[in-house]
């Protein structure tokens, strides 16, 4: 158990009559990178809510840390697919928010958000404010908040759905340098295939509602990722035909 960061067991979640997510269970190790990927509307983003405690399961239990979820506790963050920066903070203010709400020193903030910022690439912006920034640097300040806090859970709701290819691209490889470098847990939600299939250590596959668990695959492609090897196109082309076939 000492392993296991996340454990889901038996959770099901209606909406009056509406049964959403019915009877899910399954684990996250420590530092594990884990996608989920389903139809759409199949109920991804309720089950990252009922993590949150934006919504209560109607049954089950979701544990971290062989615990019941706790905010107060649990030091968990959340992407979620909108660019939620604050305009009136700098891009150095925006990272070091987390930071604040949680009392951490002024110098040990001033550190961290220091670090994070040349993780990304932004410490040249770090006076710019949010409209002064392009579509991909707004999701790296998200992203360089979320990892100043150093979660133990990161929850990331397609963030990077509305970007060009190139771009999102770009911000998976800063994605995964970060994830390798803090040791984070993920969680990552995503409609896009390939996406999953270049992130993940293990692919989680949803069936439509009323929503379980179609299958767990294994992810053992070597890091980094090359989406035109053979072995990319087969894992990719498994996880479609599990998604398209019912």
């Known amino acids: 158990m000492d392993d296991i960061k996340v454990k889901v ?4 979640k209606k909406f009056g009559d509406l ?30 809510n009922c993590i949150t405690k934006l919504y ?3 049954s089950g239990e979701i544990l971290v840390n062989n615990e019941p979820v706790d905010l107060r506790k649990h030091n968990i963050a959340y992407i979620f697919q909108e660019y939620s920066t604050m305009s009136w903070l700098t891009v150095e203010q925006n990272v070091a928010f987390g930071l604040k709400m949680k009392k951490i020193p002024e ?3 001033k550190k961290e958000v220091s670090e994070v910022l040349e993780m990304v690439g932004l410490t040249k912006y770090k006076d710019y404010y949010p409209n002064e920034l392009s579509t991909s640097m707004l999701q790296r300040v998200v992203i360089a908040r979320a990892f100043a806090v150093k979660p133990e ?10 970007l060009d290819v190139e771009l999102r691209f770009k911000l998976e490889d800063e994605l995964l340098n970060l ?3 803090t040791g984070t847990t993920v969680i990552f939600i995503t409609h896009n295939i390939e996406e999953a299939v270049y992130l993940s250590q293990n692919i989680l596959i949803l069936t439509n509602k009323p929503t379980t668990i179609k299958t767990r695959m294994e992810n053992t492609l070597p890091y980094p990722r090359n989406i035109v090897s053979d072995e990319f196109i087969k894992i990719r082309s498994q996880v479609t035909d599990l998604i ?3």
């Open 244 to 246: 398209k076939w019912w």
């Open 56 to 58: 209560k399961p109607t």
């Open 107 to 109: 110098n040990t903030i």
């Open 179 to 181: 994830w390798r470098k």
């Open 153 to 162: 859970l990161l929850l990331m709701d397609e963030p990077y759905g509305q």
């Open 9 to 12: 067991n038996h959770m099901t």
């Open 19 to 48: 049964l959403v997510l019915d009877d899910i269970s399954f684990d996250v190790k420590k530092g594990e990178f884990l996608c989920i990927v389903g139809p759409t509307g199949c109920g991804k983003t309720t089950f990252l």
